[in-house]
């Protein structure tokens, strides 16, 4: 575990002193985050809700809500999900002491939750052999029934983020609940709590006028079960061109803008990002087709104009529009000037990359200061 000097500690203070640039930190559980707090991070920019969906004592319940045949079945199996939901959330809100943390409902495909598709194959031709007529050959050719029906050529580009909320309302409103029964159970223990709900992926704004309104109405809910009353925002990430384009209209819709510049450079080059770093990008890089790892670095001449344009006809709606990365980028010295210039209020990071962040905001402020107004 990395500790940092008091030398660098009070190195980073004079930055912080300096700098007019947010700096946050990406992290899913109340580890990362109280690590975040511990390298000066002012929030959370980024908690990604998969990894949670991840644990062992969680997926047979995230297999069943994905196998359900009916509304019924699947809002079963999410009951069992939700408090377990809540007490994530609890304790990534308690270690930031009253600090934003931007909480991002589910965005990976569903299939990433189910067993590999050729493994699947393997076992039920196996057992047709051996068990034909075990429960456990029928379990496993329901799962591959599911598993192909989820099947999808480009899956980065498919069934995932704000889409699932559309065609599922129930997962969404799911994680809503459980973000404001874990706010509403911090506010009881007399501890401050800031929550921010982020919408992935949103390329129209009816997407996101749709799913803001089931996170009111859960809210709502929520508040008349406890007597409580909730401070929150709803936000959304831009991370699809669609939505830097239109973002004057998205930002009817949203508190805040957080640029997803991972997903927003795959589908500004159309890339893979699963794909091409260390493939054919190497190559392009060697040879000097590009100047950098777009992936890396962020590309100023085209990502980054659209990520300008995010924030410049978002706040030509609504000026007081609140902006963020929190792609890799977020992190990257050069891509934080470059943050900084087009007037974002925060990156967002890695835990270990935020002492560099808090360094390079202060560097980018002083280089530039004269040139910029004031982002808050
Ligand atoms: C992004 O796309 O930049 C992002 C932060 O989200 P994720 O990496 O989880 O897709
Ligand atoms: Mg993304």
Redesign the pocket.
Known sequence: EPELSAEFKTLLQWADELRDLGVRA?ADNPEDAKKAMEFGAGGIG?C?T?HMFMDAKRVPFVQRMILAETLTEREEALSHLLPMQQEDFEGIFEAMEGHPVTI?LL?PPLHEFLPDKEELLVDVTKLQILHPDSTELAEKEALLKKVRQLDEFNPMLGHRGCRLGMIHPEIYGMQAKAIFYAVAAIMNKGLPVKPEIMI?LVGHVNELRQMRQLVIDTAKEVEQETGLTFTYTVGT?I?IPRAAITADEIAEEADFF?????????TTFGYSRDDAEGKFLQTYIEEKVLPENPFAVLDQGGVGKLVEMGVQLGRKTKPELKTGI???HGGEKFSIEFCYKTGLDYVSCSPYRVPLARLAAAQATIRNKKSKEPVY
């Open positions: 990406n980024l990604r998969e991002r965005d992935p990430m991370e957080s640029f997803g510049t991972n997903d927003l450079t795959q929190c792609g890799e």
